[in-house]
């Protein structure tokens, strides 16, 4: 059951040691372990338990890699619209490629500039499943949504201030889209749309076999 | 190009006489046409025009079916809370139907009475992808995500009164659900919720071929 | 003083004898006068004093010219995303024609088919200033105005459903665009956004004297 | 009179010296005192008056038991979703055992896994009164109410990030319930649930002499 | 298993003709049967079926009675504070009486006049479990649970305008009350507060046996 | 002109030596001055410049006096809920005095316990204008505004946790009151309540000359 | 006691035979009698009673004349912005005359013509207490409250469209305003502001006598 | 292309380092570059690679000024409200002078005292374009708005406490202003307005020649 699918930790709000312990519980696993939302200081707990394992500095996760590496389900594109969008598309990135997918990344295109958009277009043609990470630029989803047929899952950020409301401001635009074919995960939840890709790709996998 | 996707007309705003035009103006084509938040009176002024136009009359939607049927690509479980939700679950099903993939229903299964869902696992595992449809229960999305490894799509609708807020709260309800795997739409929109799924099923069509 | 500028009479909210009442008080000027948020039984009303009054239907405008036509002051183009902003679109139009500009018009150019947009690029080179009118698609400001250097203004529309919340998912949209020379003005304001750009178009012709 | 209620102070936003000269002031009374939302530093200032005060780290209370232990008036089960809601439950049991009452806790039982759920049916049936405490999945209240003839309390908690608005998603979900039997308290008010709950079984305990 | 509880219906939303058919399928049963949200046409419609139905004009309810009357498990009191809040409170008095409770009233005793309120003190005495309903005057809510011991169930009513918000503001006011012992349910729910009571005098009787 | 009326300076967002700097500024004046929203750090910096300065601890008050003492002009009754009231209920207490008006203290009379608030009725009457300071007991502007016949002025604060959304609730809950002769102004501003109950008071030593 | 104070009835929400029920009880009285938010349907009811009752059109309110005519306590100015916030400004104007006070009205004052708002200074200089009464321009009060020593009430109004939020936004705006001197009540209570001049007024009054 | 107009850097968000990075990458053009929202510390790293940096401590804004200093192409006037809106004026100054613009400036001209604003007549004669910057008083940009014929670009700022909601009140406020001419930006979005006032002041130079 749930074959190819992680441990999954949710790291915040956890102290460092109460983390190592969870991952300490885990242990005689045969999957992976995935820690989300993982600070270095927690990384360094779960590294005197696991010394194998792999910190990813900006999308703050922690992967112990076990049993054989998945056959690649699916290809997921992670694209996202601003600098500062990128914590969240890499969470997302990490997590799709842990529960076995090829992962490309696709950053920095914003609709304010659409032809650096409109450049990725072979990228989007090679995806299963797009993942869309904006903030300031909710747009974002609703313009991928109508080049794309594939399915869109769409994270708004709480990058931005003022009338961006922590992520509120991305997260309405991104549910208003006209594009037919999106679908909305929680603000700054890149594992979400990681996991809910995944899921999509499991199907397909499935499908192939 | 978008192969088996019906045309769509959104008629909400418009008059009979204006939807019945843009009926009209696609008519030569081979692809079937469907109309959503249709009133009677404005299906009256598109049969004038299609006689064997179709009002699905809780869905709200009108179909005029053109070409070849299209061969069922996916498995798509519609699935909804309260009797007050079933106009949005019979837009999905009807959207998804359209667009070929063939539909189960399971209505009423609101989780206040979670042995009504729990009789539904069957169902549950047929499905490819899962729409949820609910606007007291929000929390349906939730449980039913933990049941399924398959995509869930969670449709918020704008039934209740006082703090539901227009669909508010079943929206922020959806949105921040534990379980993985589930994306959300805009309130009410279960045409929306059907396109997703469809552009789903037609990633497993694809592979299967 | 403030030359080439009507008087305008906001109807909304007042019965067809108080707007009839008000128009005849402004009679012996030499000012066109523009009647905004107007419907036809008020235009009934109105015709009675002016017989040659004009009526814009989707604008739901009067206008009763006087005074020689005002050489034209400046090109506005008007933009919007759906056939339902239509209304407010056209009421920004008839607005910036009575004040005195040369005014154009692309609508149902949304950006979930992003071809239609960048097919307009002549007529965005054309405009001294552009004004763009979404509801479901706010995100039309931000790419418009990352393909125009000329001042952009965006006018959030109420249409929409759900999570559109009357127009405040496109006016916090519009405000968080990254892209830079874009204003934005209350929702469903057309007659605001024009007023601003006949500001502007005024700043032009001056200094073309 | 509110015999077997205990003296409460309200800890926060109070310096550690204000809350000891309050605990100082309630000092010869016969009945408990609780401290509330109490950190570390308060209560070493209140174990210097009271060295027998009793600290809770986790649920932020301190306990100076005082009189006779007062009989069990009633059985109260505590039920969280998730790890992080577990201060506002602690808070809720120390609270409800200090006014008197017999507490059983099952943490960790969120909807997104309706399986752990459901192996709690004994406890459910065991209690008087529930409590539920959760934040990203106010669902459970709904099921927990539809399971339970009992009265059940729910307490929605800040625990969450993005579209979870700081609890408000939890308190509206939890406000819409279907299920019959459910009442609220403020956000993170695990205090106010016990003090509920505690006026639930005292009712019964005056029924039961 | 849930005896003396009621089959209950929400009307709302429904047709006559789809109510008079619910009804009709729950005819056999021993159990009465509440109707809950009922306007007079609907009532007309279930009188058909059932001659000796009952409406309630104000509260807007339904009643087939059927079965022993039951034995009265607990005495309620409502409380209203204006006259407006008078629907949602007998909503709340008919539920309480057909679930088998012994029901008194006290309406119109908001806080603005606190005397009126300090009248009923006997009448809060004599009540197991109190209901306060309140639009404008949320505070009754907070002073009725300083005077009482026993659990009182605070129901928001929509009455007021401006920032009352639709019964947020009311909401709010009670969520944040300071008196212990007060749960809220959702706005304008008076049925949802008699079940609630309900469920509180039946642990009551159920000791008392 | 303004006679009495002290230099006010907002010292919140200024650095001290900012707020020095205008102090210096104000100083051959014959009016008193008055800092609001001063931290120790600012006062030790005013003093430095006026070491006859006085600093309010809890109100976070500077004022330096000069000129005669005024007149007392009227009598003003400062009544405050909950203990963390107590700093915006001294800056109103601190500000009136400043004013020229003689004030008088009710702290801790929250309607939680209606009898605290009944034992002040003498105070009550003896004022000329209340002001009501409170978070989580918004009600308590409306009993006294039913017990009162004078202007009562209501100033929600920021204390509480939760669904007090920083003082959203109480604000909400003091506009919405039924008792009239209630004006309300921003959350946590004393100031601007013993400004608004001066500008009362004046108009009265007016009448009495 | 509340000498001068009229009987005041609430009548929205109500149907006329009620309203004209309650004003038939008040009957043997010698104060007079105010009914607010009274339709012309309400009005023809209470006129079958007192055939002297007296009908404000815009106002909506209904006045029975009792007792002698009280002696002018103070004297009022009520303001307004827009033409369309006339109603809620006739309703403060009507009471305030009723409870006894002279009443004098600067109408269509906004700051957006801000020498219209210059030119009434000597009736800002005459008032004792002055009413401001803005939907669209909440800054009024801001302006007025910076030109006035006098006390300064601000009633928002529901007047305006998209962003105004029923009234939301004149209400925020008014609340943070940086003028001394300023109360704020309720949306649209135009009742409630003249009670709290009357309120004023009256102890004017007293110190005169 | 885009002649006159610097490159930008949003520091906001990024590391020391990384902003280093980002300027040194865009090093040999002949453009000016600006930094907006940039910390001493983020400066300190950029002089160690363009040593004629200049920073501008207020305006938190870093400018590598290259090429020609261009004409300056139009006339911009910032006037500000309160002290505390001071950066973000700043920030609109020194953005609409690097990108080619004369600037004046107008601090704390509050309509709470409008004298000081009528004083400055002669500079909003002056200017092309004007920038309004406020955040308690939203009004002024409504007043100024009034007096003046050219565009004007309102700034809300988040300074401000209670109902200022950070910014939120004055984003509405100069929203629903009456007088036309007048469009806004994100909240503390100085940087944005004047990007948008550049825009005009291109077009009118262009017209210049
Ligand atoms: N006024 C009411 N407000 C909220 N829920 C209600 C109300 N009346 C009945 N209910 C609930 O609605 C359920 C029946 O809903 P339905 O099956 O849609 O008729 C009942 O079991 C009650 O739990
Ligand atoms: N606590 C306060 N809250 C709101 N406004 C205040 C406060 N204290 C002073 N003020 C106002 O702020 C003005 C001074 O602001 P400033 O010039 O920034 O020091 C005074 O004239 C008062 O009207
Ligand atoms: N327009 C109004 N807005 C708010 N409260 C009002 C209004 N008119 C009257 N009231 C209050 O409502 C009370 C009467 O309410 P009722 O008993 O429901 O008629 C009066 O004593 C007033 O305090
Ligand atoms: N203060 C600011 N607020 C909003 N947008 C800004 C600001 N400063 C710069 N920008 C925009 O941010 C873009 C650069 O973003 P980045 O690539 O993240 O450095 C510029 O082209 C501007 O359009
Ligand atoms: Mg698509
Ligand atoms: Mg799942
Ligand atoms: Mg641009
Ligand atoms: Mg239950
Ligand atoms: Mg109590
Ligand atoms: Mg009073
Ligand atoms: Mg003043
Ligand atoms: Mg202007």
Redesign the interface.
Known sequence: L?KGFPE?IFC???TAGQVAQIFKKLCCGRRSILGTRATREVFEAVREIYPDAVYHELARTIVVYRGEPPAKKGKILVMS????DMPVAEEAAVTAEVMGNEVKKAYDV?????HRL?DKLDLIRWA??IIVVAG?????A??V???A?????AV?T????????????????M???????????????G??AA??A???T????R??T
């Open positions: 749930r999954v915040q709000g956890k619209a601003g600098t500062a914003g609709v304010a500039g659409i409109l299963d499943v300031m630029e909710g747009a974002l609703s313009v949504g109508g080049l047929d594939q399915p869109v899952i708004p709480s990058v931005g201030y003022g009338a961006s409301f922590n992520g509120l401001s991305a997260l309405l635009c549910l208003n889209s006209c594009a037919s074919g999106v679908g909305v995960v929680n603000i700054d939840n594992f979400g996991a809910l995944n899921a999509i499991q199907m397909i996998a499908a192939n």
